[in-house]
């Protein structure tokens, strides 16, 4: 597999939302 | 000419070289507290309690290492449950390990356990299910930790699982091996990819993660023999899937949600966040797949690359060949051949001006910046399923050694199948 590693997911805001079935990227919200 | 170089300028980052490196001061401590919020802190950034043992901290070329351990681990976890429906049952054809490895395992969050509540530092991630931390009296071994090690005999809300309970029968699915039994207690053993392993009781426990978010009942491993690369912190935080992980067990309270900023080593701190807070504005969403070979992971699809707002010619089978997990415990994203491939063709290409220089373990476009005050850098937008463009800041462009040595922080797969 390809893997989406934590370096790049830097700054932006992750939402899992497992039980939607989806993962959302959002601008970076912890700087 | 004008119109080019402002074009090239509109793709690219231009920078200071000193901001690349990784800052030696915490700056701030704001981060993004809302309710059932954590505060996540870079293990070996200057905001992180855990890091002051520096003698002892791995070099840049070890975590990358590490994380390489890791991702091997991955690749033969899910090539092995691929295989394991296509082979007749043959011991013999069957590894003899799985699990993830921990690799650097980066970031972290502190959370209370047992009553009172002891806090413990645990490494969070995305890509494993059990959560454990060491324990008291460490029968056989613990490693040297921050923080005092969890002792269950004082708390007043710790319960050991007992061997014949179904709960002990779940183990198998969240470390991928049989649980074990001592007298009438369950036993949980998990092993990772780079021989890093924690064994010992299966138990349930008050989990506090902020002062009005608590778990009752919470199910961990309370580890007697711990041993590997998670010096420092108290143990892991299982976010992945099975339906022992924290995000599982929470299901009821959080709804199988949850969200995460990771801080760039240098900035500070960020979060992680339980429950949908409904606060997140801007965000665009992607499928979430589920690959019922390896069902813990979470997969999801990317569909184009650009790199200095060229996008990148590749097939999309490329992607969708092997497909493609994120996880927080990975450091590299790592890509399929010929997509990495075309990423540092045009990369290079955009980069010429720039002298190369030695590779940093699994990356291998360096450049010597040291006589440069500030570069230019080509933007990277990643395309996922679903129409969603995302544009990577510049800590996930580059990964800095020093300013001699400034490398693209991506690497490919050996094989197109990984």
Redesign the interface.
């Known amino acids: ?31 | 000419r004008q119109a080019t170089e402002s074009r090239r300028l509109q793709h690219a980052h231009t920078v200071k070289i000193s901001s690349l490196l990784p800052a030696s001061v915490c700056t701030s401590t704001k981060g993004n507290i809302k309710k059932a919020s954590l505060k996540v802190v870079h293990r070996h950034g200057p905001c992180s309690q855990l890091s002051k043992d520096k003698a002892n901290a791995p070099t840049l070329s070890e975590i990358l290492s590490h994380d390489q351990s890791r991702v091997n681990s991955i690749q033969s976890r899910i090539a092995f449950n691929s295989r394991k429906n296509s082979l007749e049952d043959s011991q013999a054809t069957l590894p003899s390990k799985s699990g993830s490895s921990l690799g650097s395992g980066n970031y972290f969050v502190t959370v209370g356990l047992g009553s009172p509540k002891k806090d413990l530092s645990l490494i969070f991630d995305t890509g494993s299910d059990l959560t454990w931390t060491q324990c008291e009296p460490c029968v056989r071994y613990c490693y040297k930790q921050q923080e005092p090690t969890f002792d269950p005999s004082k708390s007043a809300t710790y319960s050991n699982i007992t061997c014949t309970s179904p709960l002990c029968s779940q183990l198998s699915s969240a470390t991928g091996n049989s649980p074990g039994c001592s007298s009438t207690t369950c036993l949980y053993g998990i092993q990772y990819g780079d021989q890093s392993f924690s064994v010992g009781y299966f138990g349930k426990e008050k989990l506090t993660l902020t002062s009005t978010d608590v778990v009752n009942d919470f199910l961990f491993g309370c580890g007697q023999n711990n041993q590997g690369l998670f010096r420092g912190t108290a143990g892991l935080l299982g976010l992945g899937r099975d339906k022992l992980s924290l995000v599982s067990q929470t299901s009821q309270k959080y709804g199988k949600y949850f969200s995460y900023c990771l801080p760039s080593m240098s900035s500070s701190t960020g979060h992680l966040t339980f429950g949908n807070s409904g606060t997140s504005s801007g965000v665009k969403f992607t499928p979430l797949l589920t690959d019922s070979q390896s069902p813990s992971f979470y997969f999801i699809d990317i569909t184009a690359i650009s790199v200095g707002g060229r996008s990148l010619s590749i097939s999309k089978s490329v992607f969708s060949t092997a497909g493609t997990i994120i996880d927080s415990g990975t450091v590299i994203t790592r890509l399929p051949p010929a997509a990495y491939s075309a990423m540092r063709t045009t990369f290079r290409q955009l980069m010429k001006n720039y002298p190369m220089t030695d590779a940093l373990s699994i990356l291998d476009t360096c450049y010597d910046l040291s006589n440069y005050t500030t570069v230019t850098i080509p933007k990277i937008n990643f395309f996922f399923n679903g129409n969603v463009n995302v544009a990577l800041d510049l800590t996930g462009i580059l990964y800095a050694a020093s300013a001699s040595q400034v490398c693209l922080a991506f690497a490919g797969n050996s094989d197109a199948t990984d």
């Open positions: 597999v390809g893997i989406f590693g934590n370096v790049q997911q830097q700054t932006l805001e992750v939402v899992y939302d497992v039980a939607g079935g989806k993962l959302g990227f959002g601008p970076g919200k912890c700087s």
